[in-house]
């Protein structure tokens, strides 16, 4: 008698799709180039457009963009998958590249996880500077790290909740959005992204581009914003991102000798595993530093006392980093631990320095 067995099927993990070659966006002579209409006397080359035209012109002097970018589609590996390249194609994000797998620029969005060869320069490889342009479009600024757009002449049809989520379906094709701020009746909102690269790539992708409306969008670089809450959660983003920086760039041992120095010129106890000061936590504040007595430790490693008056002291060499009183000292507070003595080391006494003069090398420690 034949019986059936249902086995359970474990589906098998998607596998990443592996991108095709960029394809062209546009074929050469396609796209139209129109100049600015003349709304002034003399044509600013460094603004790109007419001299005080920017204040007079009316809504209907903006031409609308003839090309857009769609990611799904165009994406691809070009010669700068092969060649090393990590800048983005600033036609690709236009929507007119018409080179296609051939370009030597990234036909992607830009990775905020990689870092750029140059951090003066934008994600399309243009040279930043030090202060905004007046209308605060262009590149933008290397002093400031900004990720806020501002996104102007939005033609609102509803609510500030449901003009939102137009923004937010048009917007977060580029990357990453952290949060979307809207101006209900003033046709204006700002988004802020994640990372700072994906703004710049946005900025030039929504550039004189329409949402649901048919509108031609406004979008340049948001100014500074003036509320003292998102100041300090902006410092401390920065502070934060500065300090994991460093410490990926230091050498964990060099770390450690200066965690052991400094618990050795302030008495402390470190814990072998973890390099920090050792704690108790029934203990109250002052149980946490814990001295040795002079009579318990042996006598080979007792404190030498100088001479009352010293004839001459040495200078020590320098040996690399750190200095041979430095050296000396983590000598010292590994021989203790070895001797399993008590917990704490003993406080060294610092020679009386010369009379000749005070160097750097000189100097016990810094509270001296």
């Known amino acids: 008698m034949a019986t059936n067995v249902t086995e359970t099927q474990v589906a098998p993990p998607k596998k990443q799709k592996k991108l095709k070659p960029a394809r062209k966006q546009v ?40 090309t857009r970018c769609n990611i799904k589609r165009d994406a ?41 060869p140059d951090t003066s320069k934008d994600c399309f490889a243009r040279d930043k500077f030090a202060d905004y342009r007046d209308d605060m479009g262009g590149v933008g600024s290397f002093q400031r790290q900004n990720r806020t757009l501002y996104i102007g002449r939005i033609k609102e049809t509803g609510t500030g909740v449901e003009t939102e989520e137009v923004v937010r379906r048009h917007f977060k094709e580029w990357g990453e959005i952290e949060k979307i701020r809207v101006l ?9 992204y994640v990372s700072e690269l994906n703004a710049q790539f946005a900025k030039e ?18 100014t500074e914003d003036p509320n003292p809450t998102s100041k300090v959660e902006e410092r401390e983003r920065l502070e934060k991102i500065g300090r994991e920086t460093i410490q990926s ?65 040495p200078q020590p060499q320098k040996t690399g980093l750190l200095s041979a009183d430095a050296l000396e000292g983590l000598k010292y507070f590994a021989e203790i631990r070895k001797r399993n003595a008590l ?25 001296d």
């Not at 992708?205 to 948001?222: K, T």
């Open 184 to 192: 209900q009746y003033r046709s204006v909102a700002f988004v802020t």
């Open 27 to 66: 074929k050469p002579g396609d796209v139209e180039k129109k100049e600015a209409p003349q709304t002034g006397k003399e044509y600013n080359i460094w603004y790109n457009k007419w001299a005080g035209g920017d204040r007079e012109d009316s809504y209907s002097n903006k031409v609308k963009s003839q």
């Open 343 to 367: 917990a704490s080391p003993v406080v060294r006494v610092a020679p009386v320095p010369s009379a000749t003069g005070l160097g750097l090398a000189d100097y016990g420690s810094d509270e």
């Open 249 to 313: 760039k230091m050498d964990p041992r060099i770390v450690d000798a200066m965690r052991s120095i400094r618990a050795l010129e302030d008495g402390d106890v470190l814990d072998d595993h973890s390099g920090v000061q050792g704690t108790e936590d029934d203990g109250p504040p002052a149980a946490k530093r814990r001295r040795l007595e002079i009579e318990d430790v042996p006598q080979e490693l007792e404190a030498v006392q100088p001479d009352p008056e010293p004839e001459e002291e």
């Open 205 to 222: 992708a929504m550039a004189c581009q329409s949402l649901d409306n048919d509108e031609i969008l406004n979008v340049r670089w948001a």
């Open 76 to 116: 691809g590996l070009t010669r700068a998958d092969t060649t090393g390249n990590k800048y983005c194609c600033l036609f690709f994000a236009r929507g007119c590249c018409p080179y296609g797998w051939e370009c030597e620029y990234r036909h992607t969005l830009p990775d905020a996880s990689s870092v750029l």
